[in-house]
């Protein structure tokens, strides 16, 4: 018998006595050790969540293992199988901020999980001496069909985000806890806004150089949402309970999109490809990988969320620390806590680009050289390229900068950054990087 085995033999025992249930567990000090360590093994599932639903699961087969003998293999099998009962259809729903709705022409279905809604308003036919008809919209069709509920247009555009249907709508359907697909939204939208920025990064605004951003007169919404329904429901309910079991906003979310409507729509292809896989990670079984490829994994998707801060500094023209992030996104994915980390960055970049023949290896050394010293410089000497650049330049130079606009797009023939080549092409390196990366 092993260590786990006996601790669960013992919390069984407890329970069987009356000394822990699930109104005092708080209390033992053995509990604690034993959720402690089932939390470890828990976590690693596809498919769980930790607030009272779980309790109740758990004490319901506590108290069943007083009965029936189980192991602790056992115990984990039984409470697995009772959380995936807990999965429902979850659609995180994402305003795309700034993509010109008008180059949408209808709903474009990117995969059975991802469809790209255009913000159709809703369609009423009045009729002399009757009610009106309110024929539905694509997204709404989708919500009814998809998660067995009704959106609420009005309620979302009246409570919570006036501003919410300005731009395009994305939407990812995930079976899953709703919970874990809330917990986990956060980094999926991230992903999704830093996705379309990397594959737009060495294109052209639309709108003769200037983008949609500038000219638009609609307000970016601030808001995305996750909305799921109760557990076994397989059809739209009748009357008040049709409005859904419930939903997540979250709030204070405002990125831009400042690119080209017509790149972004044009690279659908690759943008879905990366995409599913990230999302498919956020809620992988982590039983069936090596420890190896979970850091790897979880290294990777870091990378998004680093990219996208390292965007928006790039955006406000803070090129220092858009560099410092490049170089760790960098290393983060090729280089090991040891050894000489910019000799070893070169040979494993060199190395993986050799295949794909991107980028040659004079290009890799130069740009990863010059980064490094100004990377060092900046460091240890807090002398960077913004004590020449932004500090120097005039104070209505700054009216135009917003986080998000695209970096080096808008930036005029004077006060031009000295090392602004060398920071461009180290995006390029970090954004083929990231596409390209074999994690497992």
Same mark, same amino acid.
């Given at each position: 018998?092993?260590?786990?085995?006996?601790?669960?033999?013992?919390?069984?025992?407890?329970?069987?006595?009356?000394?822990?249930?699930?109104?005092?567990?708080?209390?033992?000090?053995?509990?604690?050790?034993? #959720?402690?360590?089932?939390?470890?093994?828990?976590?690693?599932?596809?498919?769980?969540?930790?607030?009272? +639903?779980?309790?109740?699961?758990?004490?319901?087969?506590? /108290?069943?293992?007083?009965?029936?003998?189980?192991?602790?293999?056992?115990?984990?099998?039984?409470?697995?199988?009772?959380?995936?009962?807990?999965? !429902?259809?979850?659609?995180?729903?994402?305003?795309?901020?700034? @993509?010109?709705? +008008?180059?949408?022409?209808?709903?474009?279905?990117?995969?059975?999980?991802?469809?790209?809604?255009?913000?159709?308003?809703?369609?009423?036919?009045?009729?002399?001496?009757?009610?009106?008809?309110?024929?539905?919209? &694509?997204?709404?069709?989708?919500?009814?069909?998809?998660?067995?509920?009704?959106?609420?247009?009005?309620?979302? %555009?009246?409570?919570?985000?006036?501003?919410?249907?300005?731009?395009?709508?994305?939407? #990812?359907?995930?079976?899953?806890?709703?919970?874990?697909?809330?917990?986990?939204?956060?980094?999926?939208?991230?992903? !999704?806004?830093?996705?379309?920025?990397?594959?737009?990064?060495?294109?052209?605004?639309?709108?003769?150089?200037?983008?949609?951003?500038?000219?638009?007169?609609?307000?970016?919404?601030?808001?995305?949402?996750?909305?799921?329904? =109760?557990?076994?429901?397989?059809?739209?309910?009748?009357?008040?309970?049709?409005?859904?079991?419930?939903?997540?906003?979250?709030?204070?979310?405002?990125?831009?999109?400042? !690119?080209?409507?017509?790149?972004?729509?044009?690279?659908?292809?690759?943008?879905? /490809?990366?995409?599913?896989?990230?999302?498919?990670?956020?809620?992988?079984?982590?039983?069936?990988?090596? %420890?190896?490829?979970?850091? =790897?994994?979880?290294?990777?998707?870091?990378?998004?969320?680093?990219?996208?801060?390292?965007?928006?500094?790039?955006?406000?023209? +803070?090129?220092?620390?858009?560099?410092?992030?490049?170089?760790? @996104?960098?290393?983060?994915?090729?280089? =090991?806590?040891?050894?000489?980390?910019?000799?070893?960055?070169?040979?494993?970049?060199?190395?993986?680009?050799?295949?794909?023949?991107?980028?040659?290896? /004079?290009?890799?050394?130069?740009?990863?050289?010059?980064?490094?010293?100004?990377?060092?410089?900046?460091?240890?000497?807090?002398?960077?390229?913004?004590?020449?650049? !932004?500090?120097?330049?005039?104070?209505?130079?700054?009216?135009?900068?917003?986080?998000?606009?695209? &970096?080096?797009?808008?930036?005029?023939?004077?006060?031009? &950054?000295?090392?602004?080549?060398?920071?461009?092409?180290?995006?390029?390196?970090? @954004?083929?990087?990231?596409?390209?990366?074999?994690? @497992?």
């Amino acid at each position: 018998m092993n260590n786990k085995d006996k601790i669960l033999e013992q919390i069984i025992f407890d329970v069987q006595k009356g000394y822990i249930s699930i109104h005092n567990y708080h209390d033992s000090k053995k509990f604690r050790i034993f #959720i402690r360590e089932l939390s470890i093994d828990i976590e690693k599932l596809s498919k769980y969540t930790f607030d009272g +639903r779980f309790e109740k699961l758990l004490f319901d087969i506590l /108290n069943d293992a007083t009965k029936n003998h189980v192991t602790y293999n056992d115990f984990i099998y039984l409470l697995k199988s009772k959380l995936e009962e807990l999965s !429902v259809p979850c659609i995180i729903i994402i305003p795309l901020n700034y @993509i010109d709705d +008008r180059e949408l022409k209808n709903t474009i279905q990117l995969s059975n999980n991802i469809v790209l809604f255009k913000t159709d308003k809703p369609c009423i036919k009045y009729r002399l001496f009757r009610e009106p008809i309110k024929y539905d919209t &694509p997204l709404e069709k989708y919500f009814k069909e998809k998660a067995y509920k009704l959106l609420l247009r009005d309620h979302i %555009e009246t409570a919570k985000d006036r501003n919410f249907f300005n731009f395009p709508i994305l939407t #990812i359907l995930v079976n899953n806890v709703d919970s874990r697909v809330i917990n986990e939204s956060g980094r999926i939208v991230e992903t !999704v806004y830093a996705l379309i920025r990397m594959l737009d990064f060495e294109k052209e605004l639309d709108e003769c150089g200037w983008g949609y951003f500038f000219h638009s007169k609609l307000h970016p919404a601030g808001t995305y949402g996750v909305y799921y329904n =109760k557990e076994g429901t397989k059809e739209l309910p009748i009357d008040t309970e049709a409005n859904g079991y419930g939903y997540s906003m979250r709030f204070k979310f405002q990125p831009i999109l400042d !690119v080209s409507t017509q790149n972004f729509l044009s690279s659908l292809y690759k943008f879905e /490809n990366i995409l599913t896989k990230y999302i498919s990670y956020c809620f992988m079984d982590k039983t069936k990988f090596s %420890e190896k490829q979970l850091v =790897k994994i979880s290294k990777w998707q870091n990378t998004f969320q680093m990219f996208n801060n390292a965007y928006e500094f790039a955006s406000t023209e +803070r090129y220092d620390s858009t560099l410092l992030l490049l170089l760790t @996104i960098l290393e983060s994915l090729f280089v =090991k806590n040891t050894g000489n980390k910019k000799e070893n960055l070169i040979l494993a970049l060199e190395d993986f680009f050799q295949e794909k023949k991107v980028f040659d290896g /004079n290009f890799i050394r130069i740009n990863i050289e010059q980064a490094y010293k100004s990377r060092n410089k900046y460091v240890h000497e807090g002398v960077g390229v913004e004590n020449e650049y !932004v500090y120097s330049k005039p104070l209505n130079s700054y009216q135009g900068i917003y986080p998000g606009m695209k &970096p080096f797009a808008h930036i005029g023939l004077y006060h031009y &950054p000295s090392n602004i080549e060398n920071i461009k092409n180290l995006f390029r390196i970090a @954004i083929e990087s990231i596409i390209n990366y074999k994690e @497992i």
